[in-house]
């Protein structure tokens, strides 16, 4: 079992930026893929973006690619998301999840944690 706890959302304005943290336990954190997960209200969750268990490989949604950074310390067993230029559409609750399988991990992983919410003002 991970447990993952993701924290740092909070309200912003528009153009501003956050950075989100998920401490994960249970488990040898660079064992796993991480990845975060968003669902606005009254919409399905969506991807946002992963990385490797090593921190070598990251992927983006297209929504998100070139605003936002998603980073690991695995020797704090800690993972980021810098959001940058935030917008009112990243309003969402955001989620981490890990998966030992960096394809997985992008649409089934197998551990989630609480999500964090994120709330950009116009």
């Known amino acids: 079992q991970v447990q993952l706890v993701a924290s740092g959302g909070g309200l912003v304005q528009a153009g501003g930026s956050l950075r989100l943290r998920c401490a994960a336990s249970?488990?040898?954190?660079?064992?796993?893929?991480m990845a975060w997960f968003r669902q606005a209200p009254g919409k399905e969750r969506e991807f946002v973006a992963a990385?490797?268990?090593?921190?070598?490989?990251?992927y983006y949604a297209d929504s998100v690619k070139g605003r936002f950074t998603i980073s690991r310390d695995n020797a704090e067993n800690t993972g980021y998301l810098q959001m940058n230029s935030l917008k009112p559409e990243d309003t969402a609750v955001y989620l981490c999840?890990?998966?030992?399988?960096?394809?997985?991990?992008?649409?089934?992983?197998?551990?989630w944690g609480r999500g964090t919410q994120v709330t950009v003002s116009s």
């Open positions: 249970g488990r040898t954190f660079s064992d796993y893929a």
């Open positions: 999840a890990v998966d030992n399988s960096f394809i997985r991990v992008r649409f089934a992983p197998i551990y």
């Open positions: 990385i490797s268990g090593s921190g070598g490989i990251t």
